[in-house]
Structures are given as structure tokens and as C-alpha cells.
């Protein structure tokens, strides 16, 4: 926006531009509101929708909480986007019941600095207002007392009191601790809103899981920013990692579930940082990696990606990225046929592999020069032997056969298997990326399905700040409870000292 006192200043030119400039944005916002508007109002139609007997009973109990998180995200987002100048919007807000008067409670008093007024006169404490928080740690629930006195000046007739402290869901019973403890056992211990209602209830008070679903919701809209900076963070690498794996996702209006897909982007082992940021998309073309690795500036990422070789990275690849293949795909081919028909061509293309990883064990501790100059000196020779063989033995087996096609894996691919001897910053293998993934391929069986597109985001979202606390060596549950007490105040500015890779527990 211009300021007023400038807009005199202006050329005719650069005011009609300014004003261009206004216009553009103020409807960018009110379609994004019309979007919203109309998300809010397919959601609710399928709340009402939800008891329909094409779900059975557990899958009916995800929908509900996944549409209860939605909708209170898609709330959120519209306030966030809608006029300043608009009249606040009243809110039927169900009538909080008093939380239960035998949990422990901790006090926690906010007096202001000063209780001398500026006249000089002592200030007399005249009454304080109660706010009621509800803490969670694992198995025992507290209750954290927030107390601000109130302070008058009986000269002055003046009255101070301490600001309300910023919360993550402003005027909601949630702790951070508590919030923090939600999230990890949904997102990575894979327990449903529905399972975390019972053990709720044991520790002593039932949190009804629609109350747990708008917090899930609420948090999500706030991390999303700080899952924005690591994913750009990320993209500053030379090198990443990329894989998918598929998810199954509610399609409410069919009564059934289809195939969506969880990707993962991440940086080497190499690397002194350590990032994960998993993505969800609908489908598995390669207009969604094309759509991540776009930079938000219009300035796409141009690296060396390691990745399978599925046929969705291809159009990267003409567009200028660096293919790097996986060591571990090829060796797969081979170990499988042993494993199947104990093949002894299989068995002598495994000890040239062999030898291959025995280098890459050798090289993992070293500065990525170094490790270059060894790849070439050790690696280098085995790779040439490797190939030679592979080229001769394939002359002699019939084509169409499994020992042939996976032959060809390596020769087709091969210039993409090998570029890591040329270069130190390079892995042999997608193995680095894989092992991210897994935890989400375990978790599968618990959390049997994404209810939506944006439940599925947000838990990916939510995924990349767990799986990345952890890479660094950081409990999640310390990490996003910090997190979400610092952010409320946290500058834009000064955002990337949350990211899990930069992150230090203040004392």
C-alpha cells in the first residue's frame, strides 16, 4: 500500500501502476475468500453427510474429525484474508464448562514491571481476572492458573494489568504442552482423534474429539508459515532426495477411498542440515514435484535431484535439473533374483555392488573433495568392471527374461547411476529419503486414510516438522511445544529460528 503522504509525490504513470498493483491484490484476496467460502460450505454439507451408512463405523469417526479440523482451518484462513475495516463476525461459540475442580493446578501470576504510578503514588492491588489453561503431560492432566492482578492508582484513578500472554488458539483451554502432545500422537505415533479421546479419559478428563479436531485444524493454519520457510529453505540445497509413496484418501461424495500419494523431499546425509518436507497430492504425475520444487518467485529449482526411476521426473529433467540415480534400485533388480532363483549371475553382479558400497562406507565420514577423489580412485575401476559385465552377460541371456530387464535397468540408466563418482555432494543411493518414508508406510496401518486434500496437506505439513526435529536429534514433543509458545510473538522476520535444523531451547 502507498501512504497517504506520498501519493502527492507520484507521477500519473506510477499512481495508475500503484493503483493496478492494489486492485490486482485486493482480488486476488476476494477470490481466495470466495474459494474458501465455498470449501466452507461443501464441508459442512459433508458433516451432515457423514452418517451415511456407506462408511463403516471407524471410518465414519475419521471423517467426522477431519471435517471438524477443516472446517476450523478454513475459518481461520477466511478471518485471516477478510476486511480489516469489516465488522467482527459474531461467533456461536459453545459455552465452556469449568474444567474439573480436583485436577492439580499451577499458578501462573503476570503482574506488570511497575506497580508505581506516574504521579508517584503506590498503585493498590484492586482484583485480578482468572484464566484457566489445561495441561497435558503424558498419562497426568494440570490445570495452569493464569492470574493478572489488576493495579489502581486511587490519585489517578488509574488501571494497570499485565497484557493477556499470547496463545497458539487465542482464548482456547489449551496449553501448547497439551496441543504439542496432540499433534505428535496423531502425526507420529499415527493415533486417531477418536483413540486419544479414550486415553483422555483415563488420565481423568474427556476432551471430545471434535474439540481435539479444531485444535488439530487451528494448528495447522498457525505451523503452515513455518512449513513455508523450511520448504524454501530446502530448495536453496544443490542437492535433494525425492520419493512417493501412495495414501489412501477419502472421497466422501463416492462412499469410498482412492489412491493418493505422500511425497517426500529431503536433503542428503552429506548435508550439515538435516530437512524433510513431505508433500500430498492427489495424484502421482510429475506436475506435482514440478509444482514443489517451483520456487514461490517464479525462480524454479535447478539442482541435482536423486530419485527411482519413475517416469514423473522426467519432464524435470528436460527442464534442466540433474538426474541422479539410485545404486540401491539397480542392486534391488539383482538381490531379487537371487532371492527368488538363486541366480548366479545375480550373484556375481551383487559382489560387484558389493565392492561398490564398501567405498561408499569408506567415503561417508569425509569432506565431499576428498570423497570425490577416493570415488574415483577405488569406485571409478569397480564401476568400468561393473559395466563390462553387465554389457557382455547381456548378449547372453534371452530377451523379455528377469535376468534381462534387469540388466537393462543398469545399462539404460547408467550415466544417472554413476554421476555420484564425479561429484562428492552426490549419494550413491535414494536410501537417505527412503528411510524418511517408512515411518509413514508403518503408520498406514493406523491411520488407514487421509479424510480430505487438505487433511492430507496438513498432515503433511505437520509430518515435516516431526520427521525433521527428529532428524536433527530433537524429541518432537519439546520441539513443537517451544515452538507453538514462541510463535504467537515470533517477528516474520526471524521465522527460520524455528525451523527444526536452526532451533535451540531457550532457557
Given amino acids: 500500500m502507498i501512504a497517504e503522504q506520498h501519493i502527492d509525490a507520484l507521477e500519473p504513470a506510477q499512481l495508475r501502476e500503484a493503483l493496478r498493483s492494489v486492485l490486482v491484490a485486493v482480488r486476488h484476496k476476494d477470490a481466495l475468500i470466495d474459494k474458501l467460502t465455498h470449501e466452507n460450505a461443501v464441508l459442512k454439507r459433508l458433516k451432515f453427510a457423514a452418517q451415511s451408512e456407506r462408511f463403516d463405523a471407524e471410518q465414519r469417526s475419521l471423517l467426522e474429525e477431519t471435517l471438524d479440523a477443516d472446517l476450523q482451518a478454513v475459518s481461520e484462513e477466511i478471518e485471516r484474508l477478510a476486511p480489516v475495516e469489516a465488522a467482527p463476525r459474531e461467533r456461536q461459540s459453545p459455552k465452556r464448562q469449568p474444567l474439573p475442580a ?14 508505581t504510578c506516574a504521579c508517584g503514588c503506590q498503585m493498590k492491588r484492586i482484583g485480578e481476572d482468572v484464566a484457566e489453561k489445561l495441561d497435558y503431560v503424558p498419562g497426568v492432566f494440570t490445570v495452569e492458573r493464569h492470574i493478572r492482578g489488576k493495579w489502581a492508582c486511587a490519585k489517578c ?9 499470547p496463545h ?49 485444524g487451528s494448528c495447522g493454519v498457525q505451523l503452515q508459515p513455518l512449513v513455508d520457510a523450511m520448504r524454501d ?36 546425509s552429506f548435508d550439515r542440515d538435516r530437512l524433510v518436507v513431505f508433500d500430498f497430492a492427489e ?42 540415480g539410485c545404486l540401491a534400485h539397480a542392486r534391488r533388480k539383482f538381490h531379487e533374483l537371487w532371492a527368488n532363483h538363486k541366480s548366479t549371475l545375480a550373484e556375481q553382479a551383487l559382489a560387484l555392488f558389493g565392492r561398490l558400497y564398501e567405498v561408499e562406507r569408506e567415503v561417508a565420514g569425509i569432506d565431499a573433495e576428498e570423497r570425490r577423489r577416493i570415488r574415483q ?6 564401476a568400468d568392471a561393473l559395466r563390462t559385465w553387465l554389457t557382455t552377460q547381456r548378449q547372453k541371456v534371452p530377451p523379455g527374461s528377469a535376468t534381462a530387464r534387469a540388466m537393462d535397468y543398469s ?41 480430505s486434500l487438505r487433511a492430507g496437506k496438513r498432515a503433511a505439513a505437520v509430518m515435516s516438522l516431526v520427521h525433521s526435529a ?10 513443537l511445544k517451544d515452538v507453538m509458545e514462541r510463535l504467537p510473538t515470533q517477528p516474520a522476520s526471524r521465522i527460520d529460528e524455528l525451523l527444526p535444523h536452526r532451533w535451540r531451547l531457550l532457557s
Fill in 157 to 165: 484513578e488509574k488501571l494497570v494489568q499485565a497484557p493477556v500472554a
Fill in 102 to 115: 480436583d485436577l492439580p493446578r499451577r499458578e501462573v501470576r503476570h503482574d506488570p514491571e511497575s506497580t
Fill in 411 to 451: 545399462l539404460t540408466r547408467w550415466n544417472a547411476l554413476t554421476r555420484y563418482l564425479d561429484d562428492g555432494d552426490l549419494p550413491a543411493d535414494n536410501n537417505w529419503v527412503e528411510n524418511q518414508i517408512r515411518p509413514i508406510a508403518i503408520g498406514r496401518n493406523n491411520w488407514l486414510f487421509a479424510g
Fill in 233 to 268: 529453505d530446502l530448495l536453496r540445497r544443490r542437492v535433494l532426495h525425492a520419493d512417493e509413496t501412495p495414501v489412501a484418501m477419502l472421497d466422501p461424495g463416492a462412499g469410498k477411498t482412492k489412491r493418493a500419494y505422500l511425497w517426500s523431499y529431503c536433503s542428503t
Fill in 168 to 216: 497458539v488458539i487465542d482464548k482456547g483451554i489449551p496449553t501448547a504442552g497439551l496441543l504439542a502432545q496432540v499433534l505428535v500422537a496423531k502425526y507420529a505415533d499415527h493415533l486417531p482423534l477418536y483413540r486419544q479421546e479414550t486415553i483422555f479419559a483415563r488420565a481423568g478428563f474427556a476432551i471430545p474429539r471434535s474439540t481435539l479436531a479444531q485444535w488439530v
Fill in 283 to 324: 495424484g502421482r504425475t510429475g506436475r506435482h514435484a514440478m509444482e514443489f520444487l517451483g520456487h514461490p518467485g517464479g525462480q524454479a529449482w535447478r539442482g541435482a535431484l536423486v530419485c527411482d526411476d519413475y517416469a514423473g521426473y522426467k519432464a524435470l529433467f528436460a527442464q534442466g535439473v540433474t538426474e541422479a
Fill in 377 to 382: 580412485d577405488k569406485g571409478k575401476p569397480i
Fill in 470 to 479: 527428529k532428524l536433527n536429534g530433537h524429541d518432537p514433543y519439546a520441539y
